[in-house]
């Protein structure tokens, strides 16, 4: 993502940035010499100024351990699906899946380069990728490479674990307005590639009941993975329980779907430490 495009997206968040910057015009005036003052390799760190002027103070410790966070699970989300669509053994059909994959490799790719850009222009090192990623999961997985429904249910896997593990840490952002809207746009970007694999595994046969989003404790099919799943059982949401409320016929499965259940940084660090992460 270029600069002026996150200043962009900032704006549609928080329309009073240039106000706090200085007058509009002069804000972008000064915005866009960057480039013509500055080698390209110092704009994050001019960029980051901007943003510490314009909200009074640095940003948090604690919204940069949740960027670095954020980052350390797209680094191993990308790598997953480029080690999948580079592999010679792993039979993936030409045409619409392999395009959907490709899709969401350069998505979390995308997702990648912008954190890490936000973190550098906040003056902080942006946490490095592995050198190697073990897609297997410690051999958890040995034919992840292979067969392609082995593949599809790992991705399922990482996506529905992704998605909570940004709902689990979404309020440690709160009152840190650009930032929480940024971590929640790539929340619901990685809700719809969980979804589409969901989507992808079931006209495959491979889970032919599946939904777009999680039921229960654990709708993969892989009770390896039982404990990514962890309280999806959950039937109370604010100290109320969902099924049955009020006399309404609302299921078990109805209420587990209607709620994503957050999991703790911790959680979701010891989930993908065979991974290699």
Same mark, same amino acid.
Not at 18 to 32: G, N, V
Not at 82 to 95: E, H, Q, S, V, Y
Not at 162 to 190: D, N, S
């Given at each position: 993502?270029?600069?002026?495009? !996150?200043?962009?997206?900032i704006?549609?968040?928080?329309?009073?940035?240039?106000e706090r910057l200085s007058p509009r015009r002069k804000a972008m005036k000064e915005f866009f010499n960057i480039g013509s003052k500055v080698a390209a390799a110092s704009m994050p760190f001019a960029l980051g100024s901007m943003f510490n002027k314009a909200y009074g103070q640095a940003v948090p410790a604690a919204?940069?351990?949740?960027?670095?966070?954020?980052?350390?699970?797209?680094?191993?989300?990308?790598?997953?699906?480029?080690?999948?669509?580079a592999a010679t053994t792993l039979p993936i059909p030409a045409g619409p899946e392999r395009t959907?994959?490709?899709? !969401?490799?350069?998505?979390?790719?995308?997702?990648?380069?912008?954190?890490?850009?936000?973190?550098?222009s906040l003056g902080a090192v942006p946490v490095a990728e592995k050198a190697?990623?073990?897609?297997?999961?410690?051999?958890?997985?040995?034919?992840v490479l292979s067969k392609y429904a082995t593949f599809l249910a790992v991705a399922q896997v990482l996506e529905d674990t992704g998605v909570r593990a940004y709902k689990g840490r979404a309020g440690e952002l709160l009152g840190q307005k650009v930032f929480l809207t940024a971590a929640l746009g790539i929340h619901a970007v990685e809700a719809r590639h969980a +979804?589409? !694999?969901?989507?992808?595994r079931?006209?495959?046969?491979?889970a032919p009941t599946i939904k777009p989003w999680?039921?229960?404790?654990?709708?993969?099919?892989?009770? +390896?993975?039982?404990?990514?799943?962890?309280?999806?059982?959950?039937?109370?949401?604010?100290?109320?329980?969902?099924?049955? !409320?009020?006399?309404?016929?609302?299921?078990?499965?109805?209420?587990t779907e209607a709620f994503d259940e957050p999991l703790t940084a911790a959680e979701v660090l010891a989930l993908v430490k065979p991974f290699g992460v």
């Amino acid at each position: 993502m270029k600069f002026v495009n !996150i200043l962009e997206e900032i704006e549609k968040v928080d329309g009073d940035i240039y106000e706090r910057l200085s007058p509009r015009r002069k804000a972008m005036k000064e915005f866009f010499n960057i480039g013509s003052k500055v080698a390209a390799a110092s704009m994050p760190f001019a960029l980051g100024s901007m943003f510490n002027k314009a909200y009074g103070q640095a940003v948090p410790a604690a919204v940069l351990d949740v960027l670095q966070y954020a980052l350390t699970l797209e680094h191993l989300e990308f790598n997953f699906y480029k080690a999948g669509l580079a592999a010679t053994t792993l039979p993936i059909p030409a045409g619409p899946e392999r395009t959907a994959l490709e899709m !969401i490799r350069d998505s979390e790719l995308k997702h990648v380069n912008f954190l890490k850009t936000v973190i550098t222009s906040l003056g902080a090192v942006p946490v490095a990728e592995k050198a190697r990623y073990d897609v297997t999961a410690a051999g958890t997985f040995p034919d992840v490479l292979s067969k392609y429904a082995t593949f599809l249910a790992v991705a399922q896997v990482l996506e529905d674990t992704g998605v909570r593990a940004y709902k689990g840490r979404a309020g440690e952002l709160l009152g840190q307005k650009v930032f929480l809207t940024a971590a929640l746009g790539i929340h619901a970007v990685e809700a719809r590639h969980a +979804a589409k !694999i969901r989507y992808m595994r079931r006209v495959n046969g491979q889970a032919p009941t599946i939904k777009p989003w999680i039921t229960g404790a654990n709708d993969t099919g892989i009770a +390896a993975v039982n404990n990514n799943y962890i309280r999806e059982d959950n039937v109370k949401q604010a100290d109320i329980t969902i099924t049955n !409320i009020n006399g309404l016929p609302i299921s078990m499965n109805a209420a587990t779907e209607a709620f994503d259940e957050p999991l703790t940084a911790a959680e979701v660090l010891a989930l993908v430490k065979p991974f290699g992460v």
